[in-house]
């Protein structure tokens, strides 16, 4: 399950006790011997839902062998292969594979380098490291140990450019404060501080009242500071720690590449870092110093901005972006029904995770080892597999046709699910798909405990989770709205109703610690039973259920300030296109619609979704502002009236 603003706290596993419907006894502390007898009415057959068989899917898919199941990885293809066997195991003979390719990862490549030359063969002469030197006027930088590109970064190279020293990389006239006023930086390299301007008494740009304490504002944001120079003019940037806010020991270390975030789309200009030792050198001629310039800045934050005399740098940053090729994976149930089995009702999973950690993980400290994701989401992957094998025993009953769906690259996006409902196959037309049920992190129930997401985007769903629930008696806590980090997003945008299963998040969300021997089996088993009897009422109801629009929610958004779009994070184009705008949200109220790329925000370009988060980050709630989308190829500019959250 994708989002970052879970809250935490620690998951105990519950034992399910004997029920005359026929639950059996559980001495297991998770529940793994619980077994569910269930028989919806009109199917020939009884299944039995197994604890023990959920703990087996979701071992395996959390083990060793899968390696976290990383999107395009082979660990995650030896999860597929694992769908896939118990799928034919079910009786599925033919399993339906979309493959669809996208940027998996984003390396240091092998051709970076940077050279600056000197007026005076004195200035190179003196240069820390004894670098080699082509000529008596050069001195040549090495990768890693002088200076690294960051993962935004754009590769490029750069010829024989001049150095702007730009401050802090800040351009806010509105605030009374503007790096770039009166200096020309077209073609050339900026160098910048990192952070912003802070006063001894903890006075900012903007803040009306000295705080020491404030957490960085949007001006500190590496991709602001770049697409601040980009749209200067610059030809790159080149940043440096000052001395201000950065410990001894972090001054003397680089940015982690590898554990840095983003990076999948460029920030449209080279992006590098350099020691301070390295910009004190280029600064030479200007009789000051890295440390000097920021305290001078800070003393009344005020702008220091200036050329760098007697030096040109030549670059390359070389950052590649490695391609792979991930699956969405179907098994399909006819329906028998002559006239309802042209209508479709979906189970879905996705199967992903985060291998051994990517920019989503939230145990930084043990990056390398293998984030299991037992919960998020081989559980989710666990119940579709019974699921499946549950509904392809009594298919002869079956009036709707079933897809069965497992989802890649969820983590890094939605991607699978945006891709399928993107580019759907004939067999599987939008507009006759009557439902759509998600299940993803089901394993860690606490007090019998399940969320229901969606709940509103479908007339009479109230009705049929409430039916559904008579044996199994858990308690059901529903929500009207089916938006959120998951992947049945791309279908309620698609305007299909949706149910979200979910038993709410635990402190191993995205940590290797989210290990199968932590989910409580047995009240997944009820879970199961549940879906599945919320799965037959929609697969033989008489009519389908009625698509509902709901409002856009008081969502959490950038800085406190919302426009109630969902990005699509499959772009790769410029600008940021969007996936779904809310109902009834500034996006939608401005005339906003799926499928629109946004081009510039309150005057702030939008290349990428970094851009649009530091436009965001800089409107005022209740303020009309310009906003301009690409829609159809053809430009347009509308008025949008952000909210606060």
């Known amino acids: 399950m994708k989002s970052k603003e879970l809250?935490?706290?620690l998951t105990p596993c519950l034992i399910l006790l004997v029920l005359a419907s026929g639950w059996v006894h559980a001495e297991d502390d998770h529940g793994r011997d619980v077994k569910i007898d269930v028989q919806p009415e009109g199917f020939p057959k009884k299944v039995t839902f197994k604890a023990k068989n959920v703990y087996e899917h979701a071992s395996y898919l959390a083990s060793d062998e899968c390696e976290g199941r990383m999107a395009g990885s082979k660990g995650e293809a030896k999860a597929r292969e694992y769908i896939i066997k118990k799928l034919n195991k079910s009786g599925f003979e033919k399993v339906w594979r979309q493959e669809f390719d996208f940027i998996a990862d984003v390396k240091v490549g092998t051709r970076n380098f940077l050279m600056a030359t000197y007026d005076k063969a004195d200035d190179a002469q003196q240069w820390f490291r004894k670098p080699t030197q082509s000529t008596p006027y050069q001195a040549s930088f090495a990768v890693n140990d002088d200076f690294r590109p960051l993962r935004i970064s754009q590769s490029k190279k750069i010829d024989d450019a001049q150095v702007v020293f730009a401050g802090y990389g800040i351009s806010a006239p509105d605030k009374g404060y503007d790096d770039y006023k009166d200096i020309d930086v077209k073609g050339k390299i900026v160098l910048?501080?990192?952070?912003?301007?802070?006063?001894?008494?903890?006075g900012r740009i903007g803040n009306a009242a000295p705080d020491p304490h404030a957490g960085p504002s949007v001006f500190a944001n590496f991709s602001y500071k770049a697409a601040t120079a980009r749209d200067k003019g610059a030809a790159a940037v080149i940043f440096v720690n000052g001395k201000r806010g950065i410990s001894v020991a972090e001054r003397a270390t680089l940015e982690s590449f590898e554990r840095g975030g983003g990076g999948r789309t460029d920030c449209g200009i080279p992006f590098v870092q350099v020691f301070p030792e390295?910009?004190?050198?280029?600064?030479?001629?200007?009789?000051?110093?890295i440390d000097t310039l920021q305290a001078e800045i800070d003393a009344n934050l005020a702008p220091r901005s200036l050329l760098l005399p007697g030096v040109t740098l030549t670059m390359n940053v070389d950052v590649q972006r490695v391609r792979a090729v991930d699956e969405n994976l179907a098994v399909i149930i006819p329906g028998t029904d002559p006239v309802l089995k042209d209508e479709i009702v979906v189970l879905g999973a996705h199967y992903d995770h985060l291998g051994r950690g990517n920019e989503f993980s939230l145990a930084p400290t043990e990056m390398g080892k293998i984030h299991r994701g037992a919960d998020d989401n081989a559980s989710g992957v666990s119940s579709v597999l019974e699921l499946a094998d549950a509904l392809n025993k009594n298919r002869t009953a079956l009036k709707r046709t079933v897809w069965l769906m497992f989802f890649g690259a969820e983590e890094l996006g939605t991607l699978g699910s945006n891709y399928f409902i993107r580019t759907p196959p004939p067999e599987f037309p939008i507009p006759h798909v009557a439902a759509m049920l998600n299940l993803d992190m089901v394993g860690r129930a606490r007090d019998k405990k399940v969320m229901v997401y969606g709940a509103s985007t479908g007339v009479g769903f109230d009705a049929i989770l409430k039916a559904a629930n008579e044996e199994t008696k858990l308690d059901i806590k529903t929500t009207a709205d089916g938006f959120g980090g998951s992947d049945q997003t791309a279908f309620v945008t698609a305007g299909i109703p949706v149910l979200f299963f979910f038993t709410g998040p635990h402190e191993d969300y995205h940590k290797p610690s989210d290990s199968a021997d932590k989910l409580n089996v047995g009240d997944q088993a009820a879970i199961n039973v549940l879906v599945f009897n919320t799965a037959a009422a929609l697969i033989n109801a008489p009519e389908r259920p009625k698509f509902v629009k709901v409002d856009?929610?008081?969502?959490?958004?950038?800085g406190g300030i919302v426009l109630a779009v969902l990005p699509d994070y499959a772009f790769e184009g410029k600008g940021l296109r969007l996936s779904g705008v809310r109902e009834k949200g500034p996006a939608d109220r401005a005339g906003l619609k799926m499928n629109d790329i946004i081009v510039n925000l309150g005057g702030h370009?939008?290349?990428?979704?970094?851009?649009?988060?530091?436009?965001?980050?800089?409107?005022?709630?209740g303020v009309e502002t310009p906003v301009s989308i690409l829609r159809n190829g053809k430009e347009m500019d509308l008025k949008i009236t952000p909210e606060k959250r």
Do not use: C, H
């Open 7 to 9: 809250k935490f706290a």
């Open 192 to 202: 910048i501080l990192r952070f912003e301007p802070e006063k001894p008494d903890g």
């Open 278 to 289: 390295v910009a004190n050198d280029w600064l030479r001629g200007t009789k000051k110093d």
């Open 552 to 558: 856009a929610p008081k969502m959490s958004g950038f």
């Open 605 to 621: 370009k939008v290349e990428n979704i970094e851009d649009y988060m530091n436009a965001l980050r800089q409107l005022i709630a």
